[in-house]
């Protein structure tokens, strides 16, 4: 319905009005308010949704839902994608929970309150010096690599874990096939959230590959 004389949408919005027509009100009375209703009706649709009177109708531009203060209850044979807010940092984040108020699973973490840039860091491509992307549940895997790591030194995470690695896994390329060589995490050295020390059997001058993931 077109807003009246003219006016924006927004400009016309009434309130919503239930139960209108009344029992027994005859259409002149009734006609305001079943007017309203309807500016009402046309205006709420509109919100994050294409207009009723454009192609495209009904279909959601996106969609923007209220923070839940916990995760809701689902029934059987049902499953319910929701906002809350997460930790590390207090930044609302995307969440699945299964049928019947089953496990609830958290499918997105910013990395910080400021990250313009969501998910991953694209500089790897670029400079071999790392990335670090976010799997769902919160779990932050990084990785890399290190062209001339020389037989010992200490690789820096793209990101500092939050809470502590569960894994770091290093791969070394060599060019000598007759030789053994290794490089492994350097124990002796505390590894901590924001980098790692190794050492290096090799000549030093073949690259280091390296994987992390943890929170």
């Known amino acids: 319905m077109a807003p009246v004389d003219g006016a924006s949408l927004a400009e016309d919005k009434m309130t919503f009005t239930p139960g209108q027509p009344e029992n027994g009100q005859s259409l002149g009375a009734s006609k305001v308010p079943i007017r309203d209703n309807f500016t009402s009706i046309v205006a709420d649709i509109g919100v994050n949704h294409v207009a ?36 590390s940092p207090a930044e609302t984040s995307l969440f699945f ?12 973490r910013p ?66 096939s007759s030789s053994v060589q290794n490089a492994y995490v350097d124990n002796s050295v505390a590894v901590s959230l924001s980098n790692f020390a190794y050492d290096n059997t090799s000549s030093g001058s073949d690259p280091i590959y390296w994987m992390a993931i943890g929170f």
């Not at 929970?97 to 958290?106: C, I, K, V, W």
């Open 52 to 87: 009723i009177n454009l192609g495209d109708q009904g279909k959601h531009k996106f969609l923007q839902m209220p923070e839940q203060a916990s995760a809701p209850a689902t029934a059987a044979n049902e499953g319910g994608l929701y906002t809350k807010v997460g930790t």
């Open 97 to 108: 929970r299964g049928e019947s108020s089953g496990f609830e699973y958290r499918l997105t």
């Open 111 to 176: 990395i910080a309150a400021s990250t313009t840039e969501f998910a991953t860091n694209t500089a790897y491509a670029a400079n071999h010096t790392g990335g670090w992307t976010y799997l769902p549940g919160g779990l932050l895997l990084q990785y890399g690599a290190r062209s001339t790591p020389g037989t010992s030194g200490t690789i820096t995470f793209p990101v500092a874990f939050t809470t502590g690695y569960y894994s770091i896994t290093l791969g070394l390329s060599r060019n000598n």
